[in-house]
């Protein structure tokens, strides 16, 4: 099947700073990905839907300023957390569609992000 | 966003038993739905999936039936093995756009 890989596994960081994930795509293109956020336990909330060449569409809650979504080509796309507080501590996980199926949709291996 | 949702958080089963899962979703319109399979600290992984014009498919050892009357899909597999162990999700979408996931089933195989 198709890989999508995140970068990083895993991330610490000071609260304040912020913190940039990136979702590559591997052997396909994909002109949407999308960014989800796991807590412990929980399911998987779909925070924004990146779209290649334009500006990403975020889910009502979810503040485009602190999560700023870039998708620049067909292959990457990168979520930057930015002023990161213990809150936004999670599990990100991006899919990507493939163009030529356009349906299932590939999921990276997520990113841990403990802010401290 | 849509509403999909579970109704049994934690399933335990025995190895070699067969399981179900189930799934509640709301919006009428979806017209496809995946099951995924979330191992501790990974992505979920693709399991199978179904569109509404079908009510079963089958795979190697699962199973989904879709009731698009009742709006409720379930996962069936059979002879359970402990490597099946992990968080099941469904997922629905409509038109191709985005996918809303439910809150997730745990299941326990006892060896």
């Known amino acids: 099947g198709a890989v999508v890989s995140q970068h990083p596994s895993w991330v610490i960081c000071k609260s304040g700073t912020s913190v940039k994930i990136e979702c590559r795509s591997l052997?396909?293109?994909?002109?949407?990905m999308f960014w989800y956020r796991q807590f412990p336990k929980q399911s998987l909330m779909l925070m924004a839907t990146?779209?290649?060449?334009?500006?990403?569409?975020?889910e009502q809650g979810v503040e485009k300023d602190k999560f700023l979504i870039n998708h620049a080509s067909l292959t990457l796309s990168t979520l930057t957390v930015t002023s990161a507080h213990p809150e936004d501590s999670s599990f990100y996980i991006c899919?990507?569609?493939?163009?030529?199926?356009?349906?299932?949709?590939?999921f990276g291996q997520g990113t841990r992000l403990t802010v401290v | 966003g849509e509403s999909v949702g579970l109704h049994l958080p934690t399933l335990s089963v025995q190895e070699g038993d067969n399981s179900i899962i189930n799934c509640a979703y709301s919006?009428?319109?979806?017209?496809?739905f995946i099951w995924y399979k979330q191992e501790s600290g990974k992505g979920p992984q693709f399991i199978i999936d179904?569109?509404?014009?079908?009510d079963k498919r089958q795979g190697q050892r699962v199973t989904v039936l879709l009731n698009k009357t009742v709006k409720h899909l379930s996962l069936q597999i059979a002879a359970t093995q402990p490597g099946d162990s992990a968080v099941y999700f469904c997922?629905?979408?409509?038109?191709?756009?985005?996918?809303?996931f439910g809150s997730g089933t745990k299941l326990n195989v006892k060896p």
């Open positions: 899919s990507a569609r493939d163009i030529v199926r356009n349906t299932e949709a590939f």
């Open positions: 052997d396909f293109q994909a002109t949407t």
């Open positions: 990146s779209n290649e060449g334009s500006k990403a569409t975020y």
């Open positions: 919006n009428s319109a979806s017209d496809y």
């Open positions: 179904i569109r509404s014009n079908m």
């Open positions: 997922a629905e979408n409509e038109n191709f756009n985005k996918f809303y």
